[in-house]
């Protein structure tokens, strides 16, 4: 049976692309599609300049070279205009993230892949609310974009359901400049503290936290910060560091490529389109609002240490500088658990990660800090309820059928 051939636009540059495009991958690999990746650069009021491409440097030329039964376009990186008009053929389009409507054209309706945008203000609100502030705000992206309005909505429904107030985002402001800091500092300037502030993406987390160490405000004690994406790159770099909610971006990619492989198999049965849920918060300093400070430092250093060979509870006593018994107690009273259950947790959360990129078992025992597969095993069956391979099967899977159709 011939293949099917499907191209991949995607930005340049992006520090996500990687992880959806494995995702893609993945799933294309199963699937038996032949995918060629075509790596874009947007510019408002301009067509898109292709930096590396299988033939051509127009969208038109391109088609021709390859001749695809489908499309998936990554953050934009492609117009929806463009797979529309005169004389262009139909293809089957899947596109990761929302293009704003007036950038769809008439009659065209795109199936779409996004993040789930109630579930990202779920685990932002659930996070923050444990500083129990009065005041919270959310951190547009500029232009306000429909994922970043989505987010943000949902966001200031939750926080005055819980009987909180919202600090609304300027609407004058929102269209402003890539100048993350000067875009963002107006604003912090004129919010009440201590205030919780939900960051639309890491990038715009790390912004709020510079502006707060040049204006002198301790953070997590002026403000609560959480980003979205969990960068790494980013959020470790951070002093102090960033709060984020993971993304299930490994998950979004294999979505996209089944749903496109499904619209192809179909042409006349146009597809769902799907809101992938997000998959928990990474907590570091920025959100750890914790009355005694020995305990902010020592799960800092346990998030930052749990996962190397032989680390242990008596290492995190001898950081927070007290007895092992004192140790306990605190951990207890503070954390509700004691301190080897927050190291398995930490443990297990990574290999989570590890597990939905691809990893194999064994490979997330050795990174994870465990001591042999075996003991991995036990640990995970007793964490999580099942098994290593009852769990990574149901999740290749159940990947479409367990996430939420997105609104239109």
Sequence with gaps: MTRKKII????????L???????ILDAANALRLEVSVVECVRNRGVSPVFIRSPGGETFAEVVRSVRPDGVIVVFNALPADALRGPGRRSLPAVFIDRQDASHVPAG????????????????????????????YAFLPFPGNPPWSRERGDCFERLVTEAGKSFHPFPAWRQGGAMDFVAYLAPFLDSLPRPCGLFAVNDTLGEAALRICAV????????????????????????????????????????????L???WMASPRRRPASLAMPALHVVR?????????????RAMEFIRLHACEPGFAPPKVVREMGISRSQADLLFRRVVGRSILNVIHDTRIARAHDLLRAGKSASYAADTCGFGSHVDFSRAFKRHVGTTVRAWT????????????????
């Design 215 to 258: 204006r002198g405000w301790d953070v997590p004690h002026d403000f609560v910060i959480i980003g979205v994406d969990n960068l790494e790159q980013i959020c470790e770099a951070t002093s102090p560091t960033l709060s984020s909610i993971c993304r299930d971006l490994e998950g979004e990619g294999r979505a996209a490529a089944k």
């Design 108 to 135: 065209f309706s795109p199936v779409f892949v996004c993040g789930e945008a109630d579930s990202y203000a779920r685990l932002a609100a659930r996070e923050l609310f444990r500083s129990d502030f009065r005041d």
């Design 8 to 15: 991949v636009f995607q930005p340049v540059g992006g520090m």
């Design 284 to 296: 570091r300093a920025s959100t750890f609002l914790a009355a005694d400070r020995r305990i902010a």
């Design 17 to 23: 692309e990687s992880r959806l495009l494995a995702g």
């Design 260 to 262: 496109l492989a499904e």
């Design 393 to 408: 099967l149901a999740l290749s899977g159940t990947t479409l059928s367990t996430s939420a159709k997105a609104r239109h």
